[in-house]
């Protein structure tokens, strides 16, 4: 069996990616509990306050919720920027063949540490901080036959 798909990440599916895992985790958690209290002591201080400290709170508001997806969407742009162009991955018996600008690397099975499902795509991770992105536009209905497939090649 062999599987073939050209990676076509954008911009907005980084940045899905690193707003889910900010907001699963602890971070995610002290940021809403900062956004919630900074709301309440806006709403009780506001009129006893000058107009500095009316931009502190409002700043103070809006940091989490606006500012840093903002910077998040910013940062998810420049990744992008540096990975390549047009990179096609075909998943057969003998393991993953990455093509990129006219360059081959043919990865073993044995170096495929694991297979993510997230809702909008499939990571296959090389190694524990790198990976491969395939999104959902260009798994189609193969998502789930393709994911069964790499945890059978992996498990071997």
Wanted: hydrophobic share 45%; aromatic share 12%.
């Amino acid at each position: 069996m062999e599987y073939r798909y050209t990676c076509d990440v954008t911009t907005a599916d980084i940045w899905k990616m690193a707003m889910r895992r900010t907001y699963k985790s602890f971070v995610g958690i002290i940021n809403l509990v900062f956004t919630v209290a900074m709301i309440l002591l806006t709403i009780r201080f506001w009129g006893t306050s000058s107009g500095f400290i009316k931009s502190l709170m409002i700043f103070g508001c809006i940091l989490f919720p606006v500012i840093q997806p903002l910077a998040t969407y910013g940062m998810s742009a420049k990744q992008l920027e540096n990975l390549p162009k047009d990179m096609v991955l075909t998943f057969n018996d003998k393991g993953v063949l990455v093509e990129t600008g006219g360059r081959f690397e043919n990865i073993k099975w044995k170096n495929i540490s694991n297979a993510i499902k997230r809702n909008n795509m499939i990571i296959v991770m090389s190694d524990d901080r790198h990976g491969y992105m395939i999104t959902d536009r260009v798994l189609g209905k193969e998502k789930d036959s393709f994911f069964d497939y790499l945890c059978s090649k992996i498990t071997a």
